[in-house]
């Protein structure tokens, strides 16, 4: 009932939603040395309009297709949820139409966060500094995260019943009325410890402060224990000496040691 | 005018004549023989119209010679009364509140606690909603039995009736209402209880519910009932009382219905807090007392503690420092009194006792202290009370589904709660509170408000309650604050093992019965399937002292004699089997001689052995009722202990602990593996390997109350689903269930040889 379980209590939005942050932290890649061996891209094998239209910009701008390949992961639209993608996997490897490339002179706006898109050009792409729009904080707030399931046990009759009546656990939404929804995790028992006052134990901001180390004991030791302790304290000093001032050539000049 | 105008109204007559049973005074050729108690529904109401009279018209009803609900002529005793009556705050706004009651089906109040609200405005309904007319009755709900008996007292007094006639109550376990009942308090438990056999409550023609910014469990649910039940039924109309401001919240709740807010009577409150936090909150406070004692100016204090044991030392401790300052520094003299719901009555009255005299004519003032719990935060009204001192905390329950612990913690108020307790101060003249917490404290640690109790609760009997009253749709029900979705989880889930359920969540024969007890599920499965164990006559008797306060009393000062006393009557099995006989003791010749000495002599709580008496005789009507045999093993059979303990079994089979191998008198509970400790005050002799409890007790440690030893083969014979040992992962709970198993298996197989 104490700290290991805290993460048990943790409520499902306290949790850092999966892939937040892996957008913004770009994995570094080069465009290989031999072209001829780029697998899969240039032969697409739908025949969807805007995968021909990319074919045909990548014939007409042909200097710009291997740059803009590596950036992909960042370039895809990151709006949708990545749980309800159902996107085919191949239009993972096919580059988006490179949108600046059309008209440069009017600024674009993104539609996720409405911001205008900073002109686009081929040679930003390789530059190791460069970080697409989209990996911008004011982006990647806008966009709308997955979040992972609930943790509750899926063959538990008592969500059972609930998933009968319409509760769908993973809706992030507690019972109740529609608009009024309860509270969606219950309420934690925390017990507080003898009779410290409200706030004691918390410095301003209201984060709790190092426990206080307990008041030393005052021990009554019989004379055996009182000999025993000194001799005991006078080897440690002796211990901590050597430790300190212990000194190579003083030992060898001493003949010790050695 | 005669009693009978009201055979005007036909069918309204026929309804009442039912309830009166064929009483000649009703007979309207008879009418002459009764001109002078003739029936309730003439006389100076005879004019009245339903829901179309006003203030003055009530106030000349009021002014009249004969009571025009009982008939009778007014007492002296009424006119002086209604004197003082007519100066509580609701009544200048009377007009105001017939008028939106007139014209609203749903109506939220807002009135300070001494505003009058819970006593008059019951009466204004009365007087304009005459439901002796049609047969029906106006109900006022209490969260507290208490305050249920004690307003229907006053209230009776006030009108100038009998309490039981007119006016009545109704709560668990006590009944005091009658076929001439037209006004009923009640504890909303009770009426949620009443609605279950009468989902459109056709007996009432106006419910208020008083107090309900307390958010008891049986308030909420009764809310989200009643949302259902206006829809059905239109001439039900609904008064919603509470007493702080957070009203907004049950307007928008209930459809935006009309809101009027009646201010109390208070003055302004000067607040004080702490500049640095408190490392002890009891020390704190005790010299925040003793420094106002020797400060401030005369007014008396009240302290808010939260439990009995930190309260009675509180108190000494004041009490002994203020002696000394009066012997020091001549200070006046000063009082302390405790006050918690445990405390008897006449304890809780001297509350009222006012300040004591100076000790010599001109000295310094003498004060009074109340030492209280949060009871004083809005139930109760003491006057005179100037100055508060106010630590921040108060025993809260909660429930934590994921270990099926219900547990009363210490734990921080909340603002509004600390509002409200400051507002204790102002109530007679201006006051102070002294808070012992800073004010970023009060900022950041407090929330806004004290959780409802549903969010705080097990909600297994809520559950079987709702399931009752036919609400299935458990995710849709429309509540106020709904509760988690894992508590409500784990509530249909025990009811699945308690049998109260089946497997699709519907209600079984079993649980039907166990829903017309007023108990706690696992206690009435245990009940009704007493009869199984041939022990029915003893669980009774353990239900109903497990439903009622402690009854062994333990004072601080005579710890070990009461101990003593105690060990009179332990059984070596356990805390259910010596219970049941302290009562059985208490039952007998000796005891009955003389309850009170006996009960003292004993260290026994005379008050709960008498409350357990009442239970077990209203328990007992309800198995009656329900064709449940009453039986015993003769008590000469060996077995008259055992097929108690199997009985116990039967409704607590998910209170289990196993010792732990490991540590010493370490227990792990089933399923749970929460580690836990038997409570001192366990009578258990032998270290027993499988205990069921009652109680479990979260503290800094975690302890198990109310033991007694079990056997696994009895939990496997009466709880199979429960025991599925293939559910257990491996370990050694498993591993004992699994040679419990065999020997069950190795029995059976030597019966049927036998047999052969």
Not at chain 1, 158 to 173: H, I, K, N, Q, V
Not at chain 2, 110 to 123: A, D, L, N
Not at chain 2, 377 to 391: A, C, F, H, M
Request: contains cysteine; glycine residues 6%.
């Amino acid at each position: 009932m104490a700290s290991e379980d805290e993460d048990y209590f943790l409520p499902p939005e306290g949790v850092r939603p999966f892939s937040s942050g892996v957008r913004r932290k770009r994995v570094q890649f080069v465009p290989s040395s031999n072209l001829d061996t780029t697998t899969a891209p240039a032969p697409a094998p739908s025949s969807s309009g805007t995968s021909i239209a990319d074919k045909y910009l990548s014939i007409v701008m042909n200097q710009s297709a291997p740059n803009t390949s590596p950036s992909t992961p960042t370039q895809r639209a990151p709006s949708p949820p990545i749980r309800t993608q159902s996107a085919p996997p191949t239009q993972d490897t096919i580059p988006p139409p490179p949108s600046a490339a059309t008209t440069p002179a009017a600024p674009e706006y993104c539609d996720v966060c409405n911001l205008p898109l900073p002109p686009q050009s081929s040679a930003d792409a390789t530059d190791p500094k460069h970080r697409p729009h989209e990996a911008s904080l004011a982006h990647q707030i806008c966009v709308a995260h997955s979040h992972p399931p609930s943790h509750l046990d899926r063959t538990r009759p008592g969500l059972r019943y609930l998933s009968t009546y319409g509760w769908d656990p993973d809706s992030r939404l507690g019972l109740g009325a529609s608009g009024r929804e309860g509270i969606r995790e219950p309420i934690r028992p925390r017990v507080r410890p003898g009779t410290a006052g409200l706030g004691a134990g918390l410095d301003e901001d209201g984060d709790p402060l190092p426990p206080r180390p307990p008041p030393v004991k005052v021990q009554k030791l019989n004379p055996k224990e009182v000999r025993k302790k000194a001799a005991e304290d006078r080897r440690r000093a002796e211990r901590i000496r050597k430790a300190f001032y212990q000194n190579d050539e003083v030992l060898k000049y001493l003949g010790e040691g050695v | 005018m005669s009693g009978n105008r009201s055979d005007s109204e036909g069918g309204a007559r026929a309804k009442r004549q039912k309830t009166d049973g064929g009483d000649p005074k009703n007979n309207p050729y008879l009418a002459h023989m009764y001109e002078n108690d003739n029936g309730s529904d003439n006389g100076a109401l005879a004019k009245f119209k339903r829901h179309q009279t006003t203030s003055a018209m009530a106030r000349k009803a009021e002014d009249g010679d004969i009571n025009p609900f009982s008939g009778r002529p007014f007492s002296s005793k009424y006119f002086s009364i209604l004197k003082t009556r007519r100066d509580l705050p609701v009544h200048t706004q009377r007009d105001e509140f017939l008028q939106l009651y007139q014209q609203s089906q749903i109506l939220v109040f807002v009135g300070e606690t001494g505003s009058g609200k819970t006593t008059q405005i019951p009466q204004f309904v009365l007087y304009d909603d005459l439901p002796q007319t049609q047969g029906k009755m106006v109900a006022c709900t209490q969260p507290r039995r208490v305050a249920a008996m004690s307003v229907a007292q006053r209230v009776a007094a006030e009108m100038d009736v009998k309490l039981g006639e007119e006016v009545g109550y109704s709560i668990r376990f006590e009944d005091m209402t009658g076929p001439k009942t037209i006004m009923k308090y009640m504890t909303d438990g009770m009426l949620l209880r009443e609605a279950m056999n009468d989902p459109n409550l056709t007996r009432y023609s106006t419910i208020m519910l008083d107090e309900a910014h307390e958010r008891t469990m049986a308030t909420d649910i009764l809310m989200g009932l009643l949302k259902e039940v206006v829809v059905r039924r239109p001439d039900l109309k609904i008064i919603i009382m509470s007493a702080t401001l957070d009203a907004q919240k049950f307007q928008r709740y209930f459809m935006d219905a009309p809101l009027l807010a009646v201010p109390g009577r208070t003055h302004p409150v000067e607040i004080f807090y702490t500049p640095e936090p408190e490392q002890d909150y009891v020390e704190a406070a005790v010299r925040t007392v003793l420094q106002i004692h020797a400060t401030e100016a005369e007014g008396d204090i009240l302290l808010f503690l939260t439990g009995e044991e930190e309260i009675e030392d509180a108190s000494r401790k004041i009490a002994l420092e203020a002696d000394e300052m009066v012997r020091e520094v001549d200070a006046g003299p000063l009082k302390v009194y405790p006050l918690y719901g445990s405390l008897p009555p006449h304890m809780q009255q001297r509350i009222f006792d006012p300040a004591p005299p100076p000790r010599r004519p001109g000295g310094r003032p003498g004060r009074k202290v109340i030492v209280s719990t949060n009871i004083a935060e809005t139930s109760l009204t003491i006057d005179g009370i100037v100055y508060v001192v106010d630590p921040g905390f108060s025993k809260q329950k909660i429930y934590n589904p994921r270990i099926r612990v219900e547990s009363l913690l210490v734990s921080p108020i909340s603002k509004a709660s600390a509002q409200q307790r400051a507002g204790r101060a102002g109530r007679t003249r201006p006051g102070k509170c002294f808070r012992l917490y800073t004010e970023g404290a009060f900022k950041k640690e407090l929330i806004e408000s004290t959780y409802p109790e549903i969010l705080r609760s097990n909600l297994s009997s809520t559950v079987l309650e709702l399931k009752k009253l036919g609400v299935d749709d458990l995710v849709h029900f429309d509540l106020m604050d709904p509760p988690a979705p894992e508590t409500l989880m784990r509530a249909l889930e025990e009811l699945n093992y308690l049998a109260c359920l089946d497997d699709d969540g519907n209600l079984t024969q079993l649980g039907r019965l166990a829903s017309d007890f007023p108990l706690d599920p696992a206690l009435a499965v245990m009940l009704i399937s007493s009869p199984e164990f041939y022990c029915s006559n003893e669980i009774l008797s353990i239900t109903a002292l497990l439903s009622v306060p402690q009854v062994f009393v333990r004072p601080a000062a005579q710890r070990k004699r009461a101990d003593e006393m105690k060990n009179l009557f332990a059984h070596p099995d356990g805390d259910h089997l010596t219970m049941l006989n302290v009562y059985h003791a208490y039952r007998g010749s000796d005891a009955q001689a003389n309850p009170k000495q006996w009960c003292h002599d004993h260290f026994l709580s005379q008050r709960a052995l008498q409350s357990a008496d009442n239970v077990r005789s209203q328990l007992l009507r309800i198995m009656e009722r329900q064709d449940l045999e009453m039986v015993s093993t003769p008590f000469e059979d060996k077995k008259y202990y055992e097929n108690i303990r199997r009985a116990l079994c039967a409704g607590f089979f998910m209170q289990v602990a196993k010792k732990d191998t490991g540590g010493k008198s370490q227990y792990l509970t089933i399923k749970d593996n929460q580690n836990v400790l038997l409570h001192p005050s366990t009578v258990l002799a032998h270290e027993a390997e499988w205990v069921l409890y009652n109680e479990f007790v979260l503290t800094t440690k975690n302890y198990i109350r109310t033991v007694t030893a079990v056997k696994p083969e009895w939990l496997l014979d009466i709880a199979p689903t429960y025991y599925d040992i293939s559910s257990f992962p491996k370990g050694d709970i498993r591993s004992a269930l699994t040679r419990a198993a065999d020997r069950l298996a190795h029995r059976e197989k030597i019966r049927a040889e036998k047999r052969r």
